[in-house]
Each structure stands twice: as structure tokens, then as C-alpha cells.
């Protein structure tokens, strides 16, 4: 199985360019189910679920071609399967965003139960409760979502119990196509949501309120296709943030947005870092300084992502002071505190909080990912773990992080794979 090793105690210093996003081009790609003419996607990352995105759109019978630089073209397809088989499902929890659109141009779908990172029970009640407001008929059965709107869906009124990314994006695609209008509330309000909407409005969709916690949607007959460039990924741009300031480095992240990543940036200001941003950059710069410890609570956009915590609970590990760490959005997202502690950190778990008292230094020891964020953590760590750290089980980073050895490596850190 694949590792990567790292040797820690490089200052990190230099320029990387950031990767289209990941939790944006999942839906993209499965909103090229809603498009009756060819539509081509561009700045797509290399990421593994984006190649399982791509054979499960195939295994529905959608014709697909990459060109040299990842864009990828989509044929429309007047006949799909309907079904998405568990096989393909089982490896990522993103696969039931083909739920929304197949019901809503096909009048039927069935998919496989999600299964994912194991960060929690995850279940996927709001998507289905959202269609069944547009007018769906939906049952649970041998581990599929078996959904039918045989008349197709009509605009309804739906208001989320609780703030879900994925759950938004499903009963968007499918209210595109509604008849009539649909009100949902309680959205969340991701930027992946509005890239999303601005993909959807491309294709001849009407939204409004993509980004705030209402959504409405005028349904239109048809989608068509044309072009469109994902947005760059916030989280691969704070994780490579966090990199320079744990090693006291300077890092310019190139082709990406500060706009979106204000609550990260405004903690990173909080442990000492320097940060500058303009036009499709952000430069953080550390001055040789170790980082301040940071307290954070996870929370929906626009408060500090989840998706970002296991990276500043290793900053965490070696700033100056005490952090106090809270996570709210998923259940069992604290794995990587007993591999950080293999490599000598001083953390202590009180249900969903995790106090860290930073060390002076970390040394490096054999490590094991056991989801994508939490991944990247450990090789932030390793990074400035005196001696070797091995992170095994490394496929979990390449599910979301285009390149990373190579984009680190330019940077200066000394990292390698090997198989
Ligand atoms: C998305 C992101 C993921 C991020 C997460 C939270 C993608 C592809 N993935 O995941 O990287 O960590 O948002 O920002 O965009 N819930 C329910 N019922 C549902 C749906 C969700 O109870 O039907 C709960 C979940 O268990 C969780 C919370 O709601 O506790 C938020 O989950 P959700 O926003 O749905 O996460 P994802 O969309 O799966």
C-alpha cells in the first residue's frame, strides 16, 4: 500500500498553484445529467473521486472524454441507466448527488446507500425528505434509494432540519427541472453550492439565493449544456496556509479566492501569520515565528470549516500555548489526535473537544491516515516531526489533494511516496 514518507524540519517557502475544487466539481459533474446538449467542464482537479464520479456517470450509460489538461466533455445522452450500483456508491458518500438529477430528468432513480469517510453515520434523510417535497415517491429498500416521480417533479416548499452540503445541492439539481417553483430554506450556503448554481444558471436554469439560506428555484423544460470552469478549492488553499505557518515559512497560493476563506485566514492572523491577498492569490508569511495556539469551533459556511480542522489541530500540536478545539458537524472526526500523539503531541479529548498544549518539537514515527482530512493533517505534522514520519494508508489524501508531494515538494518540504 502506497506511504508517503517525510523527513520534517524544512522551512517551507514558495509558490503553489491551487487545484479546481473538489466539493464543487462532484455535483458539476453530476448536473451534466440534467444537460441535453454536449457540456464541457474545465479546471477539474486530478483527484480519485472525481475518476469515481466519472465511472459511476459512465455505469449510467453517460459518455465522457478528458482531454490533456482534465477538462472533461459530456455527451448528452438520451437514455441513461437509473440505477447507481453500490460497488461504485460504497467508495464515496458525494456518489448520491446522482440521486437529484436522474429523478429529475428521467423520473427515476435508485442508489446504492453512500458510504464514505468514516467520520461519522452520515445518513441521507434531508436529501430524500427534500425530494419527496418536489412531489417524489421514495422508499428505502435493500440499501438503495429507490425514487420514482413518474408525472416528473412538481416546485414545493421544503425547509432543512439541519445545514447540509450535499442535501442542498441534490434538491437543487432536481428543482431545475420541477415544475413550477420551489422555496427551500435552511440551505446551506457553501460556495460549492453557489459554483453549483452558477453551473445550473449556465445550463438555462433560474435560481436565486444560491449562497444564503434561501433558495428559490423557477423550473424551467430543459437544461442545455455550453462551458464551465470549477471554482478553486478553499481547502486544499488553507491546508497548504497552514503548511507555511507551521513550518515558519511563506507560502503563495496562486489561482485561488481569499473571499472564501475569510474565517481560516482570520485564524491564521491569530497564530502570527502575515497574511496578504489580491487578485487570485493569498500569501502568508510567518517571518521564521512559531505559530500561536487557536481556538476554533466548526461550524456551517461562512464559520471555520470542518473540513480544516484536523490540519490547525496539528498546527496546534507545536504553536506556542494552549488550543482548544471543538468540533461540531460530524461525530467521529478526531482520528488523527491518536496518530498526531503517536508523533508526541499532548492532546486530550473531552467528547467533541480536543484541548492541545503545543510542544516544542514533534519526532517522526510510522502514522496511519484514516480519512481525507485527516491525512492531510499528518503530513503537515510529519513536515515538522524531527526524523522520519511514514503516513500509511495514503490513499486516503489522493481521494482530495491533486498532487500534493509534488506541490510540497515544491515548496521545499523533502517528501517522497513509495508504493
Ligand atoms: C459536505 C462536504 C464535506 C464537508 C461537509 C461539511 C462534499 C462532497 N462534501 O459533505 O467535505 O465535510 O459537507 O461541511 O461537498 N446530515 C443528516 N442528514 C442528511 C444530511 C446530513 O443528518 O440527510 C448530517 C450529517 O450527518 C452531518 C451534517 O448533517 O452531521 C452535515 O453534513 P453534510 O453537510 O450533509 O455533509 P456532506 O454534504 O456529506
Known amino acids: 500500500m502506497a506511504k508517503i514518507i517525510i523527513t520534517g524540519g524544512n522551512v517551507l517557502d514558495g509558490e503553489v498553484q491551487i487545484s479546481g475544487a473538489k466539493n464543487a466539481v ?26 469515481t464520479t466519472m465511472e459511476l456517470l459512465g ?11 482534465l477538462g472533461i466533455t459530456v455527451e448528452p445522452t438520451a437514455m441513461v441507466e437509473t440505477i447507481a450500483p453500490y460497488e461504485l456508491v460504497k467508495t464515496m458518500r458525494a456518489s ?35 425530494l419527496i417535497a ?3 415517491d421514495v422508499v428505502v429498500e435493500n440499501g438503495f434509494v429507490k425514487a420514482r416521480a413518474d408525472k416528473g417533479l412538481r416546485g414545493g416548499h421544503y425547509s432543512f432540519d439541519m445545514v447540509t452540503v450535499t442535501g442542498t445541492e441534490n434538491v437543487l439539481m432536481a428543482a431545475a427541472l420541477a415544475k413550477g417553483t ?11 453550492i453557489v459554483d453549483l448554481a452558477n453551473c445550473l444558471a449556465m445550463m438555462g436554469a ?3 439565493g444560491a449562497g444564503k439560506n434561501r433558495i428559490v428555484v ?9 462551458h464551465y470552469d470549477v471554482m478553486p478549492d478553499r481547502i486544499e488553499t488553507g491546508t497548504f496556509l497552514v503548511a507555511g505557518a507551521m513550518t515558519g515559512g511563506r507560502v503563495l497560493a496562486r489561482r485561488t479566492r481569499a473571499d472564501i476563506l475569510e474565517s481560516v485566514l482570520h485564524k491564521l492572523e491569530e497564530a502570527g501569520a502575515h497574511v496578504n491577498t489580491g487578485d487570485g492569490f493569498i500569501e502568508l508569511d510567518m517571518r521564521g515565528k512559531r505559530p500561536k495556539s487557536v481556538s476554533l469551533t466548526t461550524a456551517p459556511y461562512p464559520a471555520f470549516p470542518t473540513d480544516m480542522q484536523a490540519q490547525f489541530a496539528a498546527m496546534n500540536c507545536i504553536a506556542d500555548g494552549v488550543g482548544v478545539i471543538r468540533e461540531t458537524i460530524f461525530e467521529n472526526r478526531f482520528m488523527h489526535m491518536n496518530e498526531l500523539q503517536r508523533l508526541g503531541s499532548d492532546i486530550q479529548i473531552e467528547g467533541n473537544t480536543a484541548i492541545i498544549r503545543g510542544v ?28 522520519e514520519t511514514t503516513v500509511d494508508r495514503i490513499y486516503h489524501i489522493d481521494r482530495g489533494y491533486e498532487n500534493i508531494e509534488e506541490k510540497l515538494g515544491g515548496l521545499g518540504a523533502k517528501i517522497r511516496r513509495v508504493a
Do not use: F, W, Y
Not at 420551489?182 to 460549492?192: D, G, K, R, Y
Not at 516544542?360 to 526524523?387: F, K, N, W, Y
Open 182 to 192: 420551489t422555496v427551500l430554506e435552511n440551505c446551506a450556503e457553501e460556495p460549492e
Open 26 to 51: 462532484l455535483p458539476i459533474l453530476c448536473a451534466t445529467l440534467l444537460a441535453e446538449t454536449t457540456i464541457s467542464i474545465g479546471n477539474v482537479p486530478h483527484l480519485h473521486d472525481v475518476t
Open 59 to 69: 455505469a449510467l450509460g453517460v459518455r465522457l472524454s478528458v482531454d490533456d489538461k
Open 218 to 226: 423557477e423550473g424551467v423544460d430543459s437544461l442545455h449544456g455550453g
Open 206 to 208: 433560474r435560481i436565486e
Open 360 to 387: 516544542e518539537r514533534l519526532t517522526g514515527a510510522p502514522i496511519m491516515a484514516t480519512d481525507l482530512r485527516a491525512s492531510a493533517s499528518l503530513v503537515l505534522a510529519g513536515l515538522v516531526a524531527q526524523g
Open 134 to 136: 418536489l412531489g417524489a
Open 96 to 130: 448520491i448527488l446522482v440521486l437529484g438529477p436522474l429523478l429529475a430528468r428521467h423520473g427515476h432513480a435508485e442508489v446504492s446507500l453512500p458510504g464514505g469517510c468514516a467520520i461519522g453515520s452520515r445518513p441521507v434523510d434531508q436529501h430524500i425528505r427534500g
